[in-house]
């Protein structure tokens, strides 16, 4: 998928306001920069219709969410207020985003592996574009992810998230004695 | 596949992101330990054996009170286990005809 179809299709996007569009175009080629590889055709399709909305913590305490279903990106209104980093913040929502399939994203199926995969998206993110704030996300996730990726191998989980490979992280984390 | 450590990493992210009632507490301490006990069953190198002891360590920085409540008693569970992990040089591995 050419970038410049998915920035057509993300202009074309009457759901999301120009600020945001310029930010996630500026993502979206930074990823690319470091995922030359990764299809953005998924991306491309969510983008269509992509939605921004801002919710209130009854439904989540988590800064960023993302319904598949409803292809809705949902940021906390509550946790947004505080100085977290937005570039980041919505960068770890566009993996999502970029990764999914079904109902959910990455390497999940069937919320075995939800903690699993929002750690690994964080490491992502930290890795694409790092965190300018000293407020952090998911630190429990990306703790426990990086001493799985030691278990695992990190070769594994980024093959496993990038095709949506839940059977491959299965078998290893079998293969290699995770209980 | 059913597995106890997925389950016990689910059940800390999902109890803290519904949490409204600020009674939230991490169980990273726990999580950690089981993940020692899958690592330890397979042989590592030593700097493999480094990296992940500073995985466990190094992250503390960014440790609220919450979570060094959790994983305080973490560490003496390391120190522990990792005298049980089969290590290797590299030469070994390389005679194995494997990259690390």
């Not at chain 1, 946790?79 to 977290?84: A, L, T």
């Not at chain 1, 703790?143 to 990726?149: E, F, H, R, V």
């Not at chain 2, 997925?6 to 990273?28: E, F, G, P």
């Amino acid at each position: 998928m050419n970038i410049e179809t998915v920035f057509e299709t993300l202009k074309n996007n009457q759901n999301i306001d120009d600020d945001f569009k310029e930010l996630i175009q500026e993502l979206i080629i930074i990823f690319t920069k470091f995922f030359p590889n990764v299809d953005l055709t998924n991306l491309n399709n969510k983008l269509k219709d992509l939605k921004i909305i801002k919710a209130n913590k009854l439904i989540s305490k988590d800064i960023i969410d993302y319904n598949v279903v409803n292809n809705e990106l949902i940021f906390n209104l509550e946790e947004i207020m505080k100085d977290y980093d937005l570039r980041h913040v919505l960068m770890h929502g566009l993996l999502r985003v970029i990764t999914s399939y079904d109902n959910t994203f990455g390497f999940d199926q069937n919320n075995r592996f939800t903690a699993l995969n929002i750690g690994y998206t964080e490491i992502i993110t930290n890795f694409i574009i790092g965190n300018e704030s000293i407020l952090t996300l998911f630190d429990d996730e990306v703790i426990a992810t990086n001493l799985i990726a030691d278990v695992v191998g990190h070769d594994v989980l980024f093959q496993a998230y990038f095709t949506n490979n839940a059977n491959l992280l299965a078998s290893t984390l079998i293969d290699k004695g995770v209980e | 596949m059913k597995s106890k450590t997925m389950d016990l990493m689910n059940a800390n992210y999902l109890s803290r992101k519904c949490d409204n009632n600020n009674v939230y507490r991490s169980t990273l301490g726990d999580i950690e330990k089981i993940i020692i006990d899958a690592y330890i069953k397979n042989p590592h190198t030593e700097e493999e054996v480094n990296n992940f002891e500073a995985n466990l360590y190094g992250n503390s920085s960014m440790f609220d009170d919450d979570i060094h409540k959790s994983v305080d008693n973490v560490y003496p569970y390391w120190d522990v286990a990792k005298t049980n992990i089969q290590t290797y040089s590299y030469d070994t591995e390389q005679s194995l005809g494997r990259t690390i």
